[in-house]
């Protein structure tokens, strides 16, 4: 147990001291790790955010159920019961022939008099049904099993708004995963390249430990160590101005006009924060890792 310990001891002291010892070749592999990290957290959040609107949109965007005026109070409650049976209907909101004139009414505003002929006895509408969906993908699905239903006179649907959300949120999902790969693969590089002088530098003291028998684990792993401290650093200062900056455009967007004509909310950095933790902890970790196994290739064949 003592052995072991000394021997992470080991090479805790070695991948740092590596780190400190190259401190020119280690800060500009920071800088850019930051900055390429920083472009990625910026795509991550646009995403999480378009997620997020996404949902509130599914629970808000509603496609409307008319039935026929002479249907029975019997055929209405079988009809709701029927569509709240429907495969990703979310949500079934009954409105009745009051409920409907008076939303006209309220529409029409300072006009609304010009209807008030037709409330009463008078209400030429129908009863309805706001259906909400679990996922507006499948909003259309939803709406032809419905109209296949009995006493369904009419279904509205705004599909190209829909269908506009829907290309807008998978065109920033494959955007952000483009660059994502992209940005693995220049930090990948980046971290190799940084290793590789230290490598350089010990090539010397790398063979003598080979010659005397230290297998090539035991002479990776602190290399491996110093790509994950870079990693490591690189994440958490990259989390904290990512977090300064995001919580600075949230606030000018939470406090603009903006709000005011839309019902839609944004999603704050501690709302996310475990989760971009998560994820930058990985890619740095991951990458450090990768990028000095990379690095040590070549002094490392048999």
């Known amino acids: 147990m003592i052995v072991r310990y000394n021997i992470i001891g080991y090479l805790l002291s070695e991948g740092f001291h590596n780190v400190m010892k190259n401190k020119k070749s280690t800060g500009a592999s920071l800088m850019i790790m930051c900055a390429t990290m920083l472009i990625f957290g910026l795509f991550f959040l646009v995403g999480q955010n378009v997620n997020h609107i996404m949902k509130e949109v599914e629970e808000q965007q509603g496609m409307q159920v008319f039935m026929y005026k002479e249907a029975t109070e019997e055929q209405i409650q079988k009809l709701q019961q029927e ?17 409907a004139i008076n939303s006209q009414l309220k529409r029409f505003g300072d006009k609304s008099k010009l209807l008030e002929v037709y409330t009463g006895e008078n209400n030429p509408l129908g009863v309805s049904f706001l259906v909400n969906v679990t996922n507006l993908e499948k909003a259309n699905e939803v709406k032809e099993r419905i109209e296949s239903l009995e006493n369904v006179k009419e ?4 599909t190209n708004t829909i269908q506009a959300l829907i290309n807008f949120a998978n065109g920033v999902k494959i955007i952000s995963a483009i660059i994502l790969v992209l940005l693995i693969i220049i930090s990948v590089f980046i971290i190799a ?14 063979t003598i430990m080979r010659y005397v028998g230290a297998t090539n684990g035991f002479i990776r792993w602190p290399f491996i160590v110093e790509g994950v401290i870079i990693g490591i650093i ?10 300064l900056g995001y919580n600075a455009v949230i ?9 005011n004509t839309i019902s839609l909310s944004v999603l704050t950095f501690s709302d996310v924060f475990g989760l971009v933790i998560a994820v930058y902890l990985i890619l740095g970790i991951g990458i450090g890792t990768i990028g000095s196994i990379i690095s040590m290739r070549k002094y490392l064949e048999v």
């Not at 279904?155 to 705004?158: E, G, K, M, P, Y």
């Open 83 to 99: 569509i709240t049976n429907v495969e990703n209907v979310a949500k079934v909101t009954f409105i009745s022939k009051e409920e």
């Open 251 to 259: 606030q000018k967007i939470v406090t603009s006009s903006i709000t």
């Open 193 to 206: 390249n940084t290793i590789k002088l230290t490598v350089h530098a010990r090539r010397k003291e790398i």
């Open 155 to 158: 279904i509205t649907l705004r």
């Open 234 to 243: 690189s994440a958490l200062i990259s989390i904290l101005l990512l977090g």
